[in-house]
């Protein structure tokens, strides 16, 4: 099931970019240009956006009773680390997923949330096929971080606010917070030791809080910031200051 899952993604992506390519000869862009200072300030938005998901989630995991602090230090190896992987691994995740596939898919279909839908599902097959302990509530809780990434992304035309979310909800969550991050702690606990309790759909288990209920609602969080901030008017709105996939699949 997993090579099939895996075989669906590549198709998937390999017919969408190949729709990206042709629009970036035509001279679409794609999204993944850095434009003077706009980069920088999306990122930064998309840190502090994923802060409150992230700080959402595991409050409520600490309210619930599911999620316990086992001892506070500082190791700076790891904090360099974690923020060196995260950064590379979401950078990977959003030039493939968002400005290739849901790029791609935009302008294949003509409906960004269409669109949306087939790369936050493909998201998911994607964690099944290539994560360890993943259940029901995992995959759904990835699926829905790929719809976070994506309104990033159609609302700003550029990966840069959602990298920004994607690398703040890793990182916050493993290595600074010290939980397991999609099933693995490889670069958890720079600051906190941190381990869950009870059953695993409110703990999450061994996959860590995005295998929790209460990730959701972390993420549903995320995405309603996400709106706010690319509200019209406001600076987070974009960084190339051209029209965005979703307009031009209008």
Known sequence: MDAILAAVVVVILVVATAAAVRAK???HPLGAGIRGVGAARSIATGLGVAAAGMLTTTGLMALAGVAHIDGIGFDPGVLLLGALVFTLSG??????FRVLMLGGLVRLTGRPW?????????VGAFHV???DHTTVLSVVSSTLGGVMYGVAF???GTLWLGLGVHIGWNWIQGTLL???VSGTDDYSGALLDVHTTGAAWLGGGPYGPEGSVLSLVGRLVIIGLVL???APGRPARGTSGRSTPAARGR
């Open 25 to 27: 000869r035509a001279g």
């Open 91 to 96: 950078y990977g995740e959003e030039l493939l």
């Open 114 to 122: 269409l669109a949306l839908t087939i790369m936050a599902a493909a």
């Open 129 to 131: 096929a290539t994560t």
């Open 154 to 156: 159609l609302r700003t």
């Open 178 to 180: 010290g939980f397991t």
């Open 228 to 230: 706010a901030v690319t």
